[in-house]
């Protein structure tokens, strides 16, 4: 990637010991901004902090927040720590307002209280719930159906209002599935427990996991399985740093969904996984899962006009090529590579 001479020189990123917090931190770290982590460690791994140093800390201490941003220098945020199982916000909801509205409350008051003004924030296409239509673009009425997407969705109305009353200029990013792991091997998805399809597919072919439940083969979609819109985690982390830079160039709010725009089944990916690991994927076709929309797909236009963003990583087999590795030990360790 090339060095953006506008980026900010020092960024706070929290979250930045998680999956896609970690990998945003190798992509700033290449664009020659420092990324300085702060994370409880609660979810992510200090291990996977390598571009830059970690602070520990909680996300609602807003004095220990403030003096991070004064002693580190820090000019921009970009915030990913938040609790983000859909199944887990239906069982403890208030989990997930304490720790990601709580959470925002605190970065927000630190933030004023310092003066920083520059933020760039993990949102989510949970935010829209049931669509109306597909592909979901930005103007469509956001009804979450779950406590995690509620969550978001007021964090994003938190920010407007922190816009309008001191000054606060965001990028709201939605993503869509975040997908696959670092093309280079140095940063991996390690979830716990893990609950996501990629992940589970590949564990299932590899023998390392237990054989796949398919959630619906009955959905009003051509195979009968969830569509949902895959998008490689080292593309959405690079996005944030596109993001920053429009910041620094002047644009901004802005609230943009991060997708390819191209809808891949459940069927489809236990395909892909056949395809890249050479073992079919062993599986039990179940009920669908309670809350899944039938499809999520990205209108991804509005983030290329925005911030030139394109999706790099497009073909499905590519983003589980480079998930493949790390799941075929268990636990998941640095896979062997050439
Ligand atoms: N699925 C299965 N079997 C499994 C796991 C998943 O069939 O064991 C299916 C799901 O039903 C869904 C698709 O695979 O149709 C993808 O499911 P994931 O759990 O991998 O991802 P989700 O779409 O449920 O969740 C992701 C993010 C959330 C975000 C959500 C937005 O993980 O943080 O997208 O819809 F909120």
């Known amino acids: 990637m090339t060095q953006i001479s506008s980026t900010?020189?020092?960024?706070?990123?929290?979250?930045?010991?998680?999956?896609?917090?970690?990998?945003?931190?190798?992509?700033?770290?290449?664009?020659?901004?420092?990324?300085?982590?702060?994370?409880?460690?609660?979810?992510?791994?200090?291990d996977a902090v390598r571009w830059g140093p970690l602070v520990k800390g909680d996300m609602r201490d807003e004095a220990h927040l403030a003096q991070v941003l004064k002693d580190e220098r820090i000019d921009a945020v970009i915030h990913f720590a938040a609790f983000a199982y859909v199944g887990e916000s239906v069982q403890e909801p208030q989990m997930y307002y304490d720790n990601n509205v709580g959470g925002m409350i605190g970065l927000l008051g630190a933030m004023q209280q310092v003066g920083v003004k520059t933020l760039v924030f993990s949102s989510s296409c949970a935010t829209y719930g049931v669509p109306e239509c597909v592909p979901i673009d930005e103007t469509m009425t956001q009804v979450p159906i779950n406590p995690y997407g509620r969550s978001k969705l007021i964090c994003e109305w938190m920010m407007e209002d922190a816009a309008t009353a001191w000054g606060l200029n965001f990028v709201a990013l939605r993503y869509f599935n975040a997908a696959g792991s670092d093309?280079?091997?140095e940063l991996s998805e390690r979830h716990d427990p893990?609950?996501?399809?990629?992940?589970?597919?590949?564990?299932?072919?590899?023998?390392?996991?237990?054989?796949?439940?398919?959630?619906?083969?009955?959905?009003?979609?051509?195979?009968?399985?969830?569509?949902?819109?895959?998008?490689?985690?080292?593309?959405?982390?690079?996005?944030?740093?596109?993001?920053?830079?429009?910041?620094?160039?002047?644009?901004?709010?802005?609230?943009l969904n991060l997708?390819?725009?191209?809808?891949?089944?459940?069927?489809?990916?236990?395909?892909?996984?056949?395809?890249?690991?050479?073992?079919?994927?062993?599986?039990?076709?179940?009920?669908?899962?309670?809350?899944?929309?039938?499809?999520?797909?990205?209108?991804?236009?509005?983030?290329?006009?925005?911030?030139?963003?394109?999706?790099?990583?497009?073909?499905?087999?590519?983003?589980?090529?480079?998930?493949?590795?790390?799941?075929?030990?268990?636990?998941?360790?640095?896979?062997?590579?050439?």
């Open 8 to 46: 900010p020189t020092r960024v706070l990123v929290t979250g930045g010991a998680g999956y896609i917090g970690s990998h945003c931190c190798k992509a700033l770290s290449r664009a020659g901004v420092v990324p300085v982590v702060y994370d409880n460690l609660s979810r992510g791994h200090a």
């Open 183 to 185: 093309p280079e091997f």
């Open 194 to 255: 893990e609950t996501h399809l990629i992940p589970l597919a590949l564990m299932a072919a590899q023998g390392t996991g237990a054989p796949l439940q398919v959630f619906g083969t009955d959905y009003p979609t051509p195979d009968g399985t969830c569509v949902r819109d895959y998008i490689h985690v080292s593309d959405l982390a690079r996005a944030h740093v596109l993001a920053l830079d429009a910041l620094r160039g002047g644009a901004g709010p802005l609230k």
């Open 259 to 338: 997708g390819t725009g191209k809808g891949t089944s459940v069927q489809e990916i236990l395909d892909a996984v056949e395809r890249v690991t050479g073992h079919a994927v062993p599986h039990i076709d179940s009920p669908r899962r309670a809350g899944d929309p039938p499809e999520l797909v990205a209108n991804p236009s509005r983030a290329h006009e925005a911030l030139g963003f394109e999706a790099r990583w497009r073909q499905i087999d590519e983003i589980v090529g480079h998930a493949a590795p790390w799941f075929a030990e268990k636990p998941a360790e640095a896979p062997k590579v050439a």
